[in-house]
């Protein structure tokens, strides 16, 4: 690997006993836990990078009788699968991490829902969970965790839609505030963290915030595991360090041809080549929830984008006006600039809409795609139009 | 008390007010779609978003709770644009047809357009991409997909006002539709036609079955003699529709109107509302005898009312095992339809065969009722044609009646005539009053012990309501009565009716006799109401309920003279064998779906 | 991305069914969904929840003869 990236070993290593970080993690005080998950500058793994320490910080200060920690294990952006590595290799350290949350602010009952395209790693899973609960108890942490299978539903990933899964309902999000944090589950505060965030926050009490602050940016904190595919030789499940440029990335995994590369998965942004020397990979550049998608000279963008577009047309849970009839809009409106039916400036009415869909929708699903649809867009005009 | 500014102006409201409301306050309109007074906040259209200083995404007002310090702007540019689009986007979804629709004129998307002059559609049709099928099966509504702009609030009607969930959001993406179990036709679910989703639906998506070219073409028809019956609640909301405020009583312009639309005999359901207290009332007597002296541990109580027929569909799919015991008295309309083709037949020498029986509702579930095979103990269908007080309105519009300055006009006789009793079933509550008024004097000889007879403790807009009335000083023939506890209770709205008969379900309750009304407010919040209808406008329309009662001479079913006639002339006595076959009827188990 | 297309052909042509059918035998019913989490391998299938991938038409018309054989 060219040593512009670098590459870390937290997540996936194997030199560490999951319960003996989390028996010794939950003698310390827990303010001063949340305080160093703060320090380490950890934010959410899954895309929208919400500081840890601080959501842990406003469940533990919820008062309730009753609250909760779900691991989002419902991975659905398109080009990541890093969850799914994660939970194959190494569970134990997010169940770990999982029941260090639920000690930090007062949760007895953790759950993980898991996408239901998982569903053959349930045995496996549930075997770990089961030996883990057990562990939980041998240290005297009353706590136990669930699995709770998803149902196919891409929007279920969004915080809120995955509580109204989970509680037998459709998967649609919900009018916010209140936060889950304060208002989740049942009602009662609730932190749901991606998979790889729970297994960071188990490592940050294993390293210190130090050691995990030394490495990425001033936004960007840390490593991340990033899920590469696409026109790649190497595709597969790396963790690096954050903050890295792009070009670097695209020397390190491209084909020699990359022409773009989509960073984010569908709700990303699209970078073109010409701006891989100015992009960086972390919360001040362009971040991901892991995805990174390589296309290369053959790849058309017009399919590109047409295919982000059929997906969030059907994963639309069709709630909201903007996002619901926005989604059908930006297809048929490039179709028909494409086959000539519109003219190349309705492009530009398909911005100001995309851009109307960011600013008024109901949850981060509408809100985002126009980022694939301007980024595309904007690039690769000619390619849309003709 | 939180303080804001919105667009620059200070406002204080409570925590917890929306951003939409505490602009109200300060006169500031902002257009909402899926909003309802009635229903919970849904944050779907998102034709209220607002711009909130500092904030990069608009926040929908409507589902937004004050903070302290905000800033709030409801006409930026940010916003204007957004909501224009998003007007945009609904069009473009939406079946335009809108000279053809019947809600044209009457409806918030097409005021909601015009006002924000989106004139040349820029979006792309999408009507065009999708097959849509315009469900005629159920007798009362029709839902046309093609027309709904899934704000969802007939999905929350259904489940949270009425407990039904008869429609449901279902598929996501472009495929996302507002349907029934299994996309089943509305007339095989669990629907039960309370046409509450019509009374809340924007645009034409969800429209009662009309009848009203049927009913012109029997007044034209010089072979058939046309009776009309009127229900109580609709001469206290027909002047919505015809440029009058809520709560406006129109008893005698109606009166005449209908006479001048060219009906044979303008007669009243009120009339039927009196006999069906004296049918019902003595069928809580002789089940409350039957309990009491006889010991009979099979007799159902309580016992509960049976003229809201949206009710009536609700526990025959909700709780069959309960159907014991429902009154098995009729409705005023089946009751009336039932004696305008035999008493009144007979009485004006007309062939039966010959007569059309129609009723002015304010209610879609009746148009259902009225096509139940078993009402047809006249040897005809009882009741022909159930049109809505906005059918009325509109048959009133197109015979260019300039309804406002109409003089004041009488119901014909023969079942024309009647008492406040009868008028007050028109509210919630009602029922129960009428009963109590004419049961506590057959028991006792005197009147209700109430100031007025206004019973006010079984008034009210409360969910559900109980009341005990002790009674004493039974005449002979009641003295087992002496000194019990008669306990009542009320519940309108389906949801809270389903709370009343879980907790009867499980044995858990004391009352004796329960008035269910299917609707929000009972029949002055009815399904075939003028739209809109809210909180507001039903509290107003029950007030005027109340004051028809209050100018009636007769205020007691039992004084009726009518009604004193028809069971000396024809029916001999409450729950004779002529009642038994003409005014009660039975009901049949359904389908949880 | 990787070749869905030709994927998707070979297997409407073995069961001889398209997109959205059910097989005659009602074996099997061929349905498109989005991402199932190995982008790495494309492209991959699920059969009843197991997933195949870095498919080719050889590898597909093997794994759907494995089935039709049992």
């Not at chain 1, 942490?141 to 995955?162: H, K, N, P, Q, W």
């Not at chain 1, 030789?233 to 903050?243: I, N």
């Not at chain 1, 701006?275 to 790849?299: A, Q, V």
């Not at chain 2, 507001?536 to 009518?562: C, G, T, V």
Request: charged share 25%; glycine share 8%.
């Amino acid at each position: 690997m060219n040593e512009k990236i670098k590459k870390v070993d937290y997540i996936f290593s194997k030199d560490c006993d999951s319960k003996d970080i989390l028996a010794k993690a939950i003698k310390r005080d827990k303010d001063d836990f949340i305080q160093e998950l703060i320090n380490s500058g950890l934010r959410g793994r899954g895309g929208a990078g919400f500081p840890t320490g601080l959501k842990w910080k406003y469940a533990k200060d919820s008062q309730s009788d009753e609250k909760y920690v779900i691991c989002n294990a419902d991975e659905g952006e398109p080009g990541t699968f890093k969850d799914r590595v994660i939970l194959q290799e190494v569970p134990c350290k997010v169940f770990a991490g999982m029941a260090l949350c639920g000690h930090i602010i007062g949760a007895k009952k953790g759950y993980v829902y898991l996408r239901w395209e998982y569903v053959s790693m349930k045995e496996d899973l549930q075997n770990k969970i089961d030996e883990m609960n057990i562990e939980f108890k041998s240290i005297n942490l009353d706590f136990s965790i669930e699995i709770r299978m998803g149902s196919g539903a891409y929007v279920c990933g969004e915080e809120t839609a995955l509580i109204e899964s989970m509680e037998g309902k459709r998967g649609e999000p919900r009018n916010k505030p209140p936060f889950p944090a304060a208002s989740g589950f049942k009602n009662k505060p609730t932190i749901i963290n991606n998979v790889e965030t729970l297994t960071y926050a188990l490592m940050i009490a294993r390293i210190g915030a130090s050691e995990f602050k030394a490495l990425g940016t001033e936004d960007s904190a840390g490593s991340k595991v990033f899920s590469v595919s696409g026109d790649t030789d190497k595709p597969g499940v790396y963790e690096l360090e954050l903050g890295m440029k792009l070009s670097d990335f695209v020397d390190e995994f491209g084909d020699g041809d990359t022409k773009a590369v989509q960073v984010g998965g569908a709700s990303g942004f699209c970078v073109p080549r010409r701006k891989f020397n100015d992009t960086i990979i972390g919360f001040e550049g362009i971040p991901t929830g892991g995805s990174m998608m390589l296309f290369n000279s053959h790849r058309s963008m017009y399919k590109v984008l047409h295919n982000y577009l059929d997906f969030f047309n059907e994963e639309s849970c069709a709630e909201c006006t903007p996002c619901r009839v926005g989604c059908q809009q930006l297809i048929k409106g490039i179709e028909a600039v494409k086959s000539g039916q519109k003219a190349p400036r309705y492009l530009d009415e398909l911005v100001k809409l995309s851009e109307t869909m960011q600013i008024a929708s109901k949850c981060g699903l509408g809100q985002s795609v126009s980022n694939a649809f301007k980024s595309i867009v904007d690039e690769f005009k000619e390619e849309i139009m003709y | 008390m939180i303080n804001l500014k919105i667009n620059n102006i200070s406002v204080s409201v409570e925590e917890g007010t929306t951003i939409l409301a505490a602009a109200k306050k300060i006169n500031i309109r902002i257009p909402a779609l899926c909003n309802h007074d009635d229903l919970c906040v849904a944050g779907n259209c998102r034709v209220c978003v607002v711009e909130q200083k500092n904030m990069k995404n608009l926040q929908a007002s409507c589902a937004t709770p004050v903070s302290e310090g905000m800033e709030i702007f409801t006409n930026s540019e940010k916003v204007r644009k957004a909501r224009k689009h998003i007007i945009e986007l609904l069009l473009s979804e939406h079946n335009a047809d809108c000279t053809k629709c019947s809600r044209n004129g009457n409806c918030e998307l097409q005021d909601l357009s015009s006002e924000y002059a989106v004139g040349d559609q820029q979006f792309i049709d999408l009507v065009q991409f999708h097959e849509y099928l315009i469900d005629y099966s159920s007798p009362s509504i029709i839902k046309d997909d093609s027309k709904c702009i899934r704000c969802q609030r007939c999905v929350r009607t259904c489940d949270e006002l009425q407990k039904v969930a008869a429609i449901a959001v279902t598929k996501k993406g472009c495929e996302q539709k507002i349907s029934t179990f299994f996309d089943k036709p509305l007339a095989n679910v669990v629907c039960t036609n309370c046409g509450q989703c019509v009374n809340r639906c924007h645009t034409g998506a969800l429209t009662e079955r009309s009848y009203i070219e049927e009913v012109f073409e029997a007044i034209f028809d010089k072979d058939k003699h046309v009776v009309v019956q009127t229900a109580p609640a609709v001469r206290i909301a027909l002047g919505e529709d015809l440029g009058l405020s809520p709560g406006v009583r129109v008893t005698g312009k109606m009166v005449r109107a209908l006479k001048q639309l060219g009906f044979d005999s303008v007669l009243d359901t009120d009339f039927t509302a009196d006999l069906t207290i004296m049918e019902e009332g003595k069928e809580l007597l002789t089940r409350l005898k039957r309990a009491f002296v006889d010991g009979d541990i099979d007799i159902a109580l309580p016992m509960t009312t049976s003229c809201s027929p949206g009710w009536v569909k609700f526990i025959e799919h909700k709780f069959p095992e309960l159907l014991p015991n429902v009154s098995t008295s009729k409705s005023p309309q089946q009751m009336f339809g039932a004696l305008a083709k035999t008493y009144y037949a007979q009485k004006r020498n007309l062939d039966s065969a010959k007569i059309v029986s129609v009723s002015i509702m304010p209610c879609t579930a009746k148009k259902y009722e009225a096509n139940r095979p078993e009402m047809r103990d006249s040897g005809y269908k009882d009741v022909d044609y159930v049109l809505t007080t906005r059918e009325l309105a509109r048959m009133i519009k197109q015979a260019g009646i300039d309804f406002i300055s109409l003089e004041d006009d009488k119901y014909d006789s023969f079942m024309g005539n009647s008492t406040g009793a009868a008028v007050i079933f028109g509210a919630t509550g009602g029922v129960m009053e009428a009963a109590i008024r004419t049961v506590y004097e057959i028991v006792t000889g005197r009147e209700v012990p109430f100031d007025s007879l206004n019973i006010t403790p079984v008034r009210g807009m409360e969910g559900v309501r109980a009341a005990s009335l002790k009674i004493e000083g039974c005449v002979e023939a009641w003295k087992f009565l002496e000194g019990v506890e008669l306990n009542v209770a009320i519940a309108h709205g389906l949801t809270n009716a389903n709370e009343v008969m879980k907790a009867v379900k499980k044995d858990k309750t004391n009352y004796h006799f329960v008035e269910v009304m299917a609707c929000p407010g009972g029949c002055v919040g009815g399904g075939g109401q003028p739209i809109p209808t809210n909180p507001d406008i039903r509290q107003k329309r029950a007030n005027a309920i109340y004051e028809e009662d209050m100018n009636m001479i007769l205020r007691k079913s039992h004084e009726n003279p009518e009604v004193i006639k028809i069971y000396e002339e024809f029916l001999e006595k409450p729950l004779g064998h002529k009642s038994h076959e003409l005014l009660h009827t039975h009901y049949t188990e359904r389908n949880n779906y | 991305m990787k070749g869905k297309d030709e994927i998707m052909e070979t297997i409407q042509d073995i069961l001889h069914i398209k997109v959205g059918e059910t097989s005659h035998d009602n074996m099997f019913t061929l349905l498109e969904t989005n991402d199932i989490g190995w982008s790495d391998k494309e492209p991959s299938m699920l059969i009843n929840n197991k997933a195949y991938t870095e498919l080719t038409s050889e590898k597909v018309t093997e794994i759907i003869k494995s089935y039709l054989n049992k």
